[in-house]
């Protein structure tokens, strides 16, 4: 069936390297992508998005790649800080589905001194 | 500006109670979407409105309904709990315009015990 997959679970980085998260989707008819951070006891803050027509979008220490030809997302996390211990979660707009997000499994990140 | 709220923040019922959750979202925002989160389903969607209308709904039984209020105010009530719909319920906003796929940004949840 359709879904938006996350490759690991979890993931631990030594604080200061870089972070790299991955994401799968399986609608080819999916037209925006989001990724989101969710920290224990709140909701999903929103990180960075990419619409299917652009391959990768820059944020403040944040990249976002599409590669529509495998269905793969990833968010790239630079230099990564102690802050950035979070759930991670991508998520798809599908085309014509007005504003109904569907979202992968989550990926915790937990950044290690 | 206010990021969107959520009320109550915590909730206990019983099986067979029904519970209504308010959410107000960014001002100037006139879309609502509900999710609920839990351990074993992850985040689904459960409805959308926007200026009043619902315009979307997730795969939930009829026990969810929902309302948006003409300040973009929305309220979703669960009928009959169950001891399955213990979960965080999310609230997200976007949307000045009907068909712009613009970010949505999404309140604390209110999370709800059911006993």
């Known amino acids: 069936g359709e879904s938006v997959g996350l490759h690991l679970p979890t993931l631990s980085v030594q604080e200061g390297d870089n972070s790299i998260i991955n994401c799968a989707y399986s609608?080819?008819?999916?037209?925006?992508f989001i990724w989101y951070k969710q920290e224990s006891g709140k909701g999903p803050q929103f990180i960075i998005d990419i619409r299917s027509n652009m391959d990768k979008r820059q944020g403040q220490r944040v990249t976002v790649l599409l590669n529509k030809t495998v269905k793969h997302l990833s968010l790239q996390i630079a230099a990564t800080q102690p802050g950035d211990s979070a759930v991670y979660f991508c998520a798809e707009n599908r085309a014509g589905s007005a504003r109904q997000l569907t979202f992968g499994s989550g990926t915790q990140l937990t950044v290690l001194p | 500006k206010a990021g969107v709220t959520q009320t109550p923040r915590y909730l206990i019922k019983t099986r067979g109670q029904q519970v209504t959750l308010s959410c107000s979202p960014i001002?100037?925002?006139?879309?609502v979407s509900w999710y609920q989160q839990t351990p074993g389903q992850g985040l689904q969607f459960l409805f959308e409105?926007?200026?009043?209308?619902?315009?979307n709904k997730g795969n939930f039984p009829g026990r969810f309904s929902g309302r948006q209020f003409s300040n973009s105010r929305s309220e979703m009530n669960v009928s009959t709990l169950e001891l399955g719909d213990s979960a965080l319920y999310l609230c997200?906003?976007?949307?000045?315009?009907?068909?712009?796929?613009?970010?949505?940004?999404f309140g604390p949840g209110t999370r709800l015990t059911v006993l």
């Open positions: 997200a906003s976007s949307g000045r315009l009907a068909g712009a796929l613009d970010t949505q940004y």
């Open positions: 609608n080819s008819a999916s037209d925006y």
């Open positions: 409105y926007f200026s009043e209308t619902q315009r």
């Open positions: 001002s100037g925002h006139r879309s």
